[in-house]
């Protein structure tokens, strides 16, 4: 089974610029959660999605925003870049549905690396 | 949500047991305690999750006091590759999101 796949690995943007990283989730997990970790950094959760619909924000500004698909896998898109969006952004699926009681476990992706130059 | 507090780094030796403490004084009754691992240029990897008292699987053991406002996580003789960041996290595991702390960068040495 595939885990968490991210695309593209590696990115490379000028300031102003707009960016869009894909997410697929773990066939059969409905639920999943963008994180932006900058080095040495824990990482910092941006956006969550259940169902196509968004359940939690972190603390970002509007120029970030996400979409879950039909598919359940997301997008994450970032407007007028910043040299500070520079990190490794993460996804992550999780099975987590509340009407299911606790399934915590959250699966990540190997990220995203963006370089903002 | 609660706020974590553990070691920025450690350093052991392999064959070791490693414990690491995390406080979390302001833990809730819905809170569970999770820890996960991250590799370099790698997303987290979930290790071990509890409530209360002890758990453990194949790869750890997490240690909870009754009063449960710290934890340990336990890994018996680490080797090289054990060498990681360690993140304790605490929430309600309703919650939609994961609150990651600055966690414990924990050196194997040989």
């Known amino acids: 089974d595939a885990g968490v796949t991210q695309s593209p690995t590696h990115l490379i943007k000028t300031r102003g610029q707009h960016v869009t990283l894909r997410c697929s989730p773990i066939?059969?997990?409905?639920?999943v959660s963008w994180y932006q970790q900058v080095l040495g950094q824990g990482p910092q959760f941006i956006f969550q999605?259940?169902?196509?619909?968004?359940?939690g924000r972190g603390n970002f500004p509007d120029r970030f925003s996400a979409r879950q698909f039909p598919n359940y896998s997301s997008e994450l898109n970032v407007n007028a870049l910043l040299l500070g969006d520079s990190a490794l952004y993460l996804c992550?699926?999780?099975?987590?549905?509340?009407?299911?009681?606790?399934?915590?476990?959250?699966?990540f992706g190997q990220g995203t690396r963006l370089t903002v130059v | 949500l609660a706020k974590t507090t553990q070691p920025i780094s450690m350093d052991s030796y392999e064959g070791q047991e490693v414990n690491i403490t995390c406080s979390h004084n302001?833990?809730?009754?819905?809170?569970?305690i999770t820890w996960y691992q991250q590799f370099p240029s790698q997303g987290p990897r979930f290790i071990i999750q509890?409530?209360?008292t002890k758990v453990t699987n194949e790869v750890a053991s997490l240690f909870i006091p009754a009063d449960r406002k710290s934890s340990t996580l336990s890994l018996p003789r680490v080797s090289l590759s054990d060498t990681a960041v360690y993140y304790c996290?605490?929430?309600?595991?309703?919650?939609?999101?994961?609150?990651f702390g600055k966690g414990t960068r924990l050196h194997i040495l040989p």
């Open positions: 992550a699926s999780s099975i987590r549905d509340r009407g299911l009681g606790l399934n915590t476990e959250a699966f």
């Open positions: 066939s059969g997990h409905k639920s």
């Open positions: 999605y259940y169902e196509k619909e968004e359940r």
């Open positions: 302001n833990i809730a009754t819905n809170d569970y």
């Open positions: 509890g409530y209360k």
């Open positions: 996290l605490v929430g309600d595991p309703r919650d939609d999101k994961i609150i």
